[in-house]
């Protein structure tokens, strides 16, 4: 545990050379599944500490936000590889990227734990901190995108904010269409 907290401090800071050993760390899926079930759990575990969910409502509301990461997740990956490898003329596979999207995931952690901290859905009056909130948390995840185009699939420096730029755009579209 104390490893995967190490490596998620250095994808926050978008460290080249982590997101270049994971491609080689043969636990690096298993501990991104980690990652992104945790992520998942934080909002609804917080708004419920909060009293702003309901703990009847707890268990149902968790499991469609663990969920809705998870897919979130595949979605993602799934973009940046067919952004990377089929457009932008990177190569490699989808499993190459796959745990490196999840350690993209880590600066949402950020923002899933301040979301209910700082947000009422109840008062009405915090819109645009929910706002800020999630453009902060998009910008940041495709900044780790653009590092796992990078490491994963050698797209070009002048290609990989593309490919950032649209899978972040892609994978917001689908996840609110699908969830």
Do not use: C, H
């Amino acid at each position: 545990m104390q490893r995967i907290a190490r490596n998620a401090g250095r994808a926050l800071r978008l460290d080249r050379d982590l997101y270049s050993s994971l491609i080689y760390d043969g636990s690096a899926t298993a501990d991104a599944v980690l990652i992104v079930l945790v992520i998942g759990a934080i909002p609804p575990l917080l708004g419920a500490a909060l009293g702003r969910i309901p703990l009847v409502a707890l268990p149902s509301v968790a499991f469609a936000q663990v969920i809705g990461y998870i897919v979130g997740w595949l979605v993602a990956a799934g973009l940046v590889y067919l952004l990377s490898t089929k457009v932008f003329g990177g190569f490699g596979t989808w499993q190459s990227g796959l745990a490196l999207t999840g350690y993209a995931y880590v600066p949402l952690l950020l923002f899933a734990a301040l979301g209910p901290i700082l947000t009422n859905p109840f008062d009405g009056s915090s819109d645009m901190i929910e706002l800020l909130l999630q453009l902060g948390g998009m910008l940041w995840f495709g900044a780790g995108l653009t590092r796992v185009a990078d490491v994963a699939y050698e797209v070009s420096s002048e290609r990989r904010i593309m490919v950032a730029a649209l899978a972040v755009l892609g994978w917001w579209v689908i996840t609110l269409v699908l969830l």
